[in-house]
């Protein structure tokens, strides 16, 4: 697997946590509601083997499923307390890993186009100027790789976008 580009101690694997995945993708913030995994299958991810990268992925909750249906899933976040909430939470998923760094700096560290699929939902894109982290996502996923952003709309309304990488 790739490195994260720094070497800090955590950006090591967890080694704390539960060994469930959740049962779900949550990509609203009304949990069990709207699109959930199939959405990636139905736009060609194979989520077997596949790289996933979650950035800003907070809690690990969409982490650690993702890697409960095989991909290798890596959540970035830059909040310490969050990422050790994850850890605590979601550390022995198989699968799951979670390091800590800035989400663009990440991707750009992954050899190109190898990410099979990036999320940010609620995530990295909600915090982060857009140009950055869309040029870092361009480098990491590979030719029909997928970009997932989902951003709060309104305060009911939330907002899925998917992005196909082309070339």
Do not use: K, Q, W
Request: proline fraction near 7%; hydrophobic fraction near 45%.
């Amino acid at each position: 697997m790739a490195a994260a580009p720094t070497t800090t101690p955590a950006t090591t694997p967890a080694t704390t946590g539960t060994r469930d995945a959740p049962a779900r993708l949550e990509l609203t913030r009304r949990p069990g509601t709207g699109p959930d995994a199939v959405l990636l299958a139905d736009h060609g991810v194979d989520l077997r083997g596949a790289l996933v990268v979650e950035a800003g992925c907070g809690s690990g909750h969409n982490t650690a499923h993702l890697a409960g249906l095989g991909a290798r899933a890596v959540g970035v976040d830059l909040d310490h307390a969050r990422l050790a909430r994850a850890r605590a939470s979601y550390g022995r998923v198989p699968g799951a890993e979670f390091v800590h760094a800035e989400a663009a700096a990440y991707l750009r560290g992954l050899p190109a186009r190898t990410a099979d699929a990036v999320l940010s939902v609620f995530g990295a894109f909600s915090f982060h100027p857009a140009g950055p982290l869309l040029r870092a996502c361009s480098h990491a996923l590979r030719p029909g790789g997928l970009l997932l952003i989902t951003l709060r709309a309104s305060d009911t309304t939330d907002h899925v976008t998917l992005l196909r990488r082309t070339g």
